[in-house]
């Protein structure tokens, strides 16, 4: 039984006759009734009463009619509700990204994309890189903005690199300069007598930070630690100690931002997705207003 079929059988029951049927579906006339031949064959009972100049259903036609309708509608239905969703009109897009990116960047590529497909819904997984790459690729994310590399990075996984931004000492306006006398930028070795406001475990800029302390040769200290993005900016603008940020949260954060001296302090964003798996079409949509909005002019 196919679609062409019924709406051929709908239209001549509606209208009662072969060839108005014909010219209302745009089909030759002998060729919409072979099609209702072959859809009385394939049920085993003639459809309608064919009388010279009447045209009337059967018990079987008369019983097939409200279904066959029902079963239009909901074809015609199902092709609304694809072609929406292909056509970015309705659908959803699951992004996972760092709690540093999420306070930074991840605000104006969701405003951007929302102005152009309002009625796409928006899921953000806010978690550090290596959880966001487990999650990545068990299928719940389509999409993932993550620091790179990561350590043990599942081989299954497509990343494309968006930026390499710089690391930055964020200190309360209202304390001295974290700059040593005779210095116009911190070192990574001025940090070791300084207390930290330090990240909790799992943070990507915890692991950075300390990683850049034990290539100095030192153990950091803390003077608070465990703290998610708002709460170490906060505890740093209470004056509680330094952190390091990335360069976008301190832009935004109202702090003090004090640059590293050459060769600095860096972190790579990508974003990534499943290899064996091709985004749906709202999250390439999403990647690509992410590779406008985060990569830089030429990058």
């Keep these: 039984m196919q679609l062409q079929q019924l709406r051929y059988f709908t239209a001549v029951a509606e209208t009662r006759h072969f060839t108005q049927a014909a010219r209302r579906e745009h089909v030759a006339q002998p060729s919409l009734s072979q099609q209702i031949r072959a859809l ?37 239905t199902a092709r609304r509700e694809v072609q929406e969703v292909a056509q970015l009109r309705r659908g959803r897009v699951r992004l996972g990204a760092t709690p540093s990116l999420c306070a ?86 001025d940090l070791r007598e300084r207390p930290l406001v330090m990240f909790r475990h799992g943070y990507d800029l915890r692991e950075l930070t300390e990683a850049a302390c034990h290539r100095a040769g030192f153990e950091p200290s803390f003077s608070v630690e465990g703290g998610e993005m ?41 974003v990534a997705h499943r290899s064996d798996v091709s985004p749906p079409r709202a999250a390439r949509e999403l990647q690509r207003i992410v590779v406008r909005v985060i990569s830089p002019p030429g990058g």
Excluded at 43 to 66: Q, V
Excluded at 166 to 181: C, F, G, H, R
């Design 104 to 189: 930074s960047i991840v605000p104006d590529v969701l405003r951007t994309f929302r102005d152009s497909y309002p009625g796409v819904d928006l899921y953000v997984h806010e978690d550090g890189s290596r959880d966001l790459v487990r999650i990545l690729a068990a299928g719940e994310l389509d999409l993932a903005l993550i620091i790179t590399p990561v350590p043990g990075q599942a081989p299954a996984l497509t990343t494309r690199t968006l930026l390499r931004e710089e690391l930055v000492v964020i200190s309360a306006p209202n304390t001295p300069s974290p700059v040593p006398d005779g210095q116009d930028r911190i070192r990574i070795t």
């Design 230 to 270: 708002d709460a170490v900016l906060g505890f740093v603008r209470a004056g509680l100690g330094l952190a390091v940020v990335p360069s976008m949260v301190a832009a935004r954060s109202g702090l003090r931002a004090t640059s590293f001296a050459p060769p600095g302090l860096h972190r790579t964003i990508s």
């Design 40 to 76: 009385e064959r394939e049920l085993g009972a003639e459809l309608f009463h064919r009388a010279r100049g009447h045209i009337s259903l059967t018990d079987a036609g008369a019983a097939l009619l409200p279904l066959a309708r029902r079963i239009l509608a909901d074809a015609e």
